[in-house]
């Protein structure tokens, strides 16, 4: 069985760029599962920027950040990839990748030039995607009579819970994603905010991505 320990990662790709004496450095940041669909990613981005000098890359994989692998790919040894996977280590992502392109300018960066390049296009792809936490959770079903709607998205949005998959028939239904250990506390306080009369239905348990602020 896998290990379902809590941690860090990115909902969505992220894009950022920067430059530096012409140079362009474009950085992309990506949720990965394993090694296999990281290095099917890297051979998707050399062949979409091909006529590009250095593709390098970054990634943590495992929930305990055991899998790691960095390339310089051509840059002079420690300026790049290293620098990328300190981003990733830094912010506690894992389970995620990040590719920097490079378009040489014709100017030489320097050693330091190309650490700081490095490390503000992951840094810059970093802030463009979400970031979620991983973590056990429970699925529940909600059915209301439209009257009580505001009260319980009231309610939910107070508690940092996004509902989905919401239907409008002669009842409204709704799904919600609650870190377990708190599971127990939000059905008791939406069946007595309800008095009653909110169905509640449990849909299952698994490990799912909550958004840092607690919403999924």
Not at 31 to 50: G, M, N, T
Not at 82 to 102: C, D, Q, W, Y
Not at 112 to 117: M, P, S
Not at 137 to 163: H, M, W
């Amino acid at each position: 069985m896998a290990s379902e320990k809590e941690y860090l990662t990115v909902g969505n790709v992220g894009k950022g760029e920067y430059s530096e004496k012409k140079s362009r450095f474009l950085g992309e940041i990506h949720p990965v599962r394993d090694e296999q669909e990281a290095v099917a990613i890297v051979a998707q981005i050399r062949k979409k920027y091909y006529d590009a000098r250095h593709h390098c890359y970054a990634w943590i994989l495992g929930d305990d950040g055991s899998g790691q692998k960095a390339s310089d790919d051509g840059e002079p040894s420690g300026t790049a990839g290293i620098p990328m996977l300190k981003v990733l280590s830094g912010a506690g992502i894992r389970n995620a990748m990040v590719v920097v392109t490079r378009y040489f300018g014709g100017t030489l960066l320097g050693t330091g030039g190309l650490v700081r390049a490095y490390t503000n296009a992951a840094q810059a792809a970093l802030a463009d995607a979400e970031i979620v936490r991983m973590c056990r959770c429970r699925e529940i079903g909600i059915d209301t009579e439209y009257s009580l709607l505001d009260r319980v998205l009231y309610f939910l949005r107070q508690e940092k819970i996004a509902p989905y998959d919401q239907t409008y028939t002669d009842r409204v239904s709704l799904k919600i994603r609650v870190e377990t250990a708190r599971a127990d506390e939000i059905v008791d306080k939406l069946v007595a905010l309800s008095g009653g009369t909110v169905s509640i239905n449990e849909l299952g348990e698994g490990f799912f991505p909550l958004s840092i602020d607690g919403t999924d």
